[in-house]
């Protein structure tokens, strides 16, 4: 289950960093707002088959959503292959690919409805910090894929009698759905149904008859759930995924706008990046459970969420200098090659305003078409590492801490349906993050959308200070 928690994971994540540039190359046609739509159409999918797969599990046994949702998502993967063939509409044709993907996905709240029925009470916080664990280390170890496979190219090799295109764009994909193939054949050959009560006691096996227990147990202790404190922490997690949603998304775009970097450039250095985070982020989770022994998760998530506020905080850009300009992306002629002094009068400080000579070349820089690129400072490259390295940091902290202190409010009776809630508030998440930092990085810029996000970083400390005194632990610690 932890391993079905993790490739989930890593199948949205293997291809965040390289969606925006292959999005340009297959369909010129798409632009930043669109990425926003085709990164939350993941999400999407998600949030409606969260649910669906959560009664399935709860009727029949769990191994059947769990293999057909994987078998959904590796049909996705090999669909998104081949999302170049079409003559047309291949925008399109992405976004349907990376929402079946999401589909498959919705197994997470299969996972941890069997992973709260199989664990006692002393065991339920840290599988369910074990398991939140895989999940971020799947998102942020994705990408670290991606930076292997930048190796092949852009070109890479072609298959005419399949019609496949095997580059960097395209291998992610279908190394993702070979881990899914391997992930059935586990779940055929290990997955077998286990359930404990709250002492750790094993109940009789479970068949397609005893899989409703779950639903029973559930209404007979409905009453003592604090469902103050359920909402209180779905809204926070909703936060801490939205804003690692809104960082991912971005971290392409801004890099190729910041540092003219090219779109080969872009997917390999934030993957070396991003592989970096993710070493750091194990040795977060390995020390985290540890320090909540002596500090308490409250603190320790507080502290997660104020290192996440300094890290978007250290993006606003601040400095004087303005990025380099990309005229090349005008494509209607509307500035010409020599452009009028009239037009240029306000920005001759600026040599990067000096087209290019070759107009072969894959253009490069902050697009003119982005208003805000002709005022706002660029974003050192010093902050963009620092601002990676403090979110890395205070990602995992939160997540595994939110986990925690949901499965602690929620108790020790059976918990797939709040898990499937939790599941819901995480994909809503995803949807709204990379559309609204699509939106806004496109029409404001980065000092309004890191601006935004500190915004509402503060509140969800502010949620979390005021909600702490309606949260009661079953040990009966407040």
Not at 108 to 124: C, F
Not at 168 to 195: D, K, Q, S
Request: aromatic share 12%; hydrophobic share 45%; glycine share 8%.
């Amino acid at each position: 289950m932890y391993l079905t928690m993790f490739l989930s994971s890593v199948g949205f994540s293997i291809v965040i960093m390289s969606v925006w540039p292959y999005l340009q190359k297959i369909d010129p046609t798409a632009d930043a707002s669109f990425l926003g739509w085709i990164i939350a159409s993941y999400s999407i999918g998600q949030m409606v088959a969260s649910p669906l797969f959560g009664l399935w599990s709860n009727y029949r046994p769990r191994r059947e959503p769990l293999v057909i949702s994987t078998a959904i998502s590796v049909a996705a993967n090999c669909l998104y292959a081949y999302v170049h063939v079409p003559h047309a509409h291949n925008k399109y044709y992405m976004l349907t690919a990376r929402a079946l993907v999401g589909f498959g996905a919705g197994n997470v709240a299969v996972v941890r409805s069997y992973i709260a029925g199989a664990t006692s009470l002393t065991e339920r916080t840290s599988a369910m910090a074990n398991t939140s664990a895989c999940q971020a280390v799947g998102f942020i170890l994705g990408p670290v894929f991606q930076t292997c496979f930048t190796l092949i190219g852009e070109e890479g090799v072609t298959w005419k009698f399949l019609c496949l295109q095997l580059n960097m764009y395209t291998t992610p994909v279908l190394f993702g759905a070979l881990l899914g193939v391997i992930n059935i054949i586990l779940i055929f050959a290990i997955f077998r149904e286990h359930r404990v009560d709250d002492m750790g006691r094993q109940y009789k096996s479970i068949n397609s008859d005893g899989e409703g227990s779950d639903v029973l147990d559930q209404n007979t202790e409905e009453g003592s759930i604090d469902h103050v404190a359920v909402v209180a922490l779905n809204i926070l997690f909703f936060v801490i995924l939205f804003v690692f949603a809104v960082f991912e998304t971005i971290a392409t775009p801004l890099t190729m706008d910041m540092y003219s970097w090219t779109r080969k450039e872009a997917v390999f250095y934030n993957g070396i990046i991003l592989s970096v985070i993710g070493i750091e982020s194990v040795i977060v989770f390995m020390v985290v459970k540890t320090l909540s022994k002596k500090t308490g998760e409250r603190a320790i998530l507080h502290a997660g969420l104020l290192i996440v506020l300094v890290g978007f905080f250290i993006l606003l850009p601040w400095g004087k200098k303005l990025p380099n300009i990309q005229w090349q992306e005008i494509k209607n002629n509307s500035i010409p090659r020599t452009a009028p002094s009239e037009m240029l009068a306000p920005y001759w400080s600026l040599p990067e305003l000096q087209l290019p000579a070759n107009h072969t070349a894959e253009p490069v820089g902050c697009p003119v078409t982005q208003s805000w690129c002709l005022n706002t400072p660029m974003i050192y490259l010093a902050q963009y590492i620092s601002s990676d390295v403090l979110i890395g940091l205070g990602y995992p902290v939160c997540n595994v801490m939110s986990y925690t202190l949901y499965s602690k409010v929620l108790g020790p009776k059976p918990q797939g349906v709040y898990m499937g809630w939790l599941t819901a508030s995480g994909s809503g998440a995803r949807i709204l993050g990379p559309v609204f930092v699509s939106q806004i990085y496109t029409h404001l810029g980065p000092r309004w959308a890191f601006s935004l996000i500190c915004g509402v970083v503060v509140v969800s400390l502010l949620l979390l200070e005021e909600q702490t005194h309606l949260v009661v632990w079953p040990s009966g610690e407040v």
